[in-house]
């Protein structure tokens, strides 16, 4: 490879992560830290999983105390746990 392939090599690696960079919203703040730009704006899938992960957390919770209360108590949850869906 002579110097100036090497040169429109470089060149056309540059422009290229350039281009990918912009399409995903990459900006560079300072040296070596970058921020992604697109996280910042309200994401309606992201707020639904988010919404997914607190109800499971909350059935979780659920289930852990299902685990560690005694037999009256469980009827009861149960009972609860049939009532939410």
């Known amino acids: 490879m002579n ?6 090599a470089i060149v056309a690696i ?3 992560a350039s ?5 995903y919203g990459v ?3 300072h040296k070596g830290e970058d921020f992604v730009g ?5 994401d309606p899938e992201s707020e639904r999983l988010r919404e997914e992960v607190r109800k499971l ?5 659920v ?4 685990a560690t209360d005694s037999t009256s108590a469980l009827d009861r949850e149960f009972d609860k746990l049939k009532n939410i869906d």
């Open 3 to 8: 110097p100036f392939e090497m040169v429109v």
């Open 14 to 16: 540059t422009a290229i």
């Open 19 to 23: 281009v990918i960079r912009a399409k």
């Open 27 to 29: 900006v560079r703040r």
């Open 38 to 42: 697109r996280a910042a704006q309200p």
């Open 57 to 61: 957390k909350e059935r979780v919770a």
């Open 63 to 66: 289930l852990e105390r299902l």
